[in-house]
């Protein structure tokens, strides 16, 4: 994941770090390179973070990946106007199709008006 690798990025500049300052710091004095290698010390155990999702956020990626399987289809209401269209029942409300196209132009007319 990123955050593990800007970690072991980071992690791994402070081991170089510590590297060059255990080999200046050893013609002078050791007490900066025992905190340098705490550091590195604390960082390592700082690097084993672990992120928890809360159940609203388990229940959000469920959902997102059942509409991503999804067709979006209803396969049945389908087979039931292809059935009444084979046999001659099916028949058109041409009011009610008239009245949804008007709204739809209305809506065009706030959207692009």
């Known amino acids: 994941m990123a955050i593990d690798v800007l970690n ?6 402070m081991k170089e770090s510590v590297a ?7 013609n002078t004095t050791s007490a900066p390179v ?20 809360t159940d609203g956020a388990k229940t959000l ?8 399987d999804a067709s ?12 009444s269209i084979k046999d001659g ?5 041409y009011e009610s199709v008239a009245n949804k196209l008007i709204d ?3 809506e065009l007319g706030t959207i692009f008006g």
């Open 72 to 83: 979006g289809i209803d396969e049945a209401k389908v087979e039931r106007l292809k059935n």
């Open 20 to 26: 060059t300052a255990n080999k200046v710091a050893t």
């Open 104 to 106: 739809a132009e209305d």
């Open 61 to 68: 990626a469920k959902a997102t990946q059942k509409a991503r």
């Open 34 to 53: 025992a905190q340098a290698k705490q550091s590195v010390s604390e960082m390592s155990a700082r690097s084993a973070d672990a992120v928890m999702l």
């Open 89 to 93: 029942t099916y028949k058109i409300n």
């Open 8 to 13: 072991d990025r980071s992690f791994n500049g």
